[in-house]
């Protein structure tokens, strides 16, 4: 094995990105196992990752920034319901690309990972703005998201467990979903404007 002095921080986390997502599992990707695919010894990868944790940190940071980017991608210039439609169909592609780092987007992180909470506030700025083209804000806007994320999830993870095998269009059971809980949140600003 070759000296690897291309290697950087950004490539190690990117294929450790690829291993993680080829096997479904983020606990799929072991220093030794990352070290092979790239061709190094495992000792070298110190050099940019200080622990198999420090390497799961890094693929959390990048798969929330990859999120958080295809998110805004999706919502450019929409608002209200079609942005939220948008936002409820890219989450759910990213889930399906992305099956071995999903799982690193959901939590909530710790308040004293600095990188890590500036992307998840970010990612809750941005729904929060299209819940206020609905007419939703404050604590109502925070509840509409905390169902948002509950039936992406749960539809998402049902999906990747294929829980879901009767000879029915999936794409169309998602669709009514999002439109379900979306009629729910116009029913919800519709009676707040008629108070």
Not at 2 to 28: N, Q
Not at 79 to 90: D, F, I, K, Q, S
Request: aromatic share 6%; glycine share 6%; proline share 3%.
């Amino acid at each position: 094995m070759g000296k690897r002095r291309w290697l950087d921080r950004e490539l190690v986390i990117a294929r450790a990105i690829e291993m993680a997502d080829s096997a479904g599992s983020v606990t799929a990707v072991s220093l030794t196992a990352l070290a092979r695919a790239l061709d190094i010894r495992t000792p070298s990868l110190y050099n940019h990752v200080a622990s198999l944790e420090d390497l799961q940190h890094g693929m959390a940071v990048a798969a929330l920034r990859q999120l958080l980017e295809d998110l805004r991608r999706a919502s450019a210039g929409l608002v209200g319901r079609p942005a939220l439609e948008a936002v409820a169909c890219t989450y759910r592609r990213f889930a399906q690309a992305h099956p071995g780092i999903y799982s690193l987007t959901i939590g909530a992180p710790d308040p004293n990972d600095k990188e890590l909470t500036v992307l998840s506030q970010e990612l809750i700025h941005m729904l929060l703005l299209l819940l206020a083209s609905l007419g939703l804000y404050g604590d109502d806007a925070i509840h509409a998201i905390r169902g948002l994320r509950a039936i992406l999830h749960g539809f998402t993870l049902l999906e990747m467990a294929e829980g879901y095998m009767m000879p029915l269009d999936r794409d169309e059971s998602f669709e009514r979903l999002v439109k379900a809980y979306l009629d729910g949140i116009d029913a919800v600003t519709d009676s707040a404007l008629e108070a």
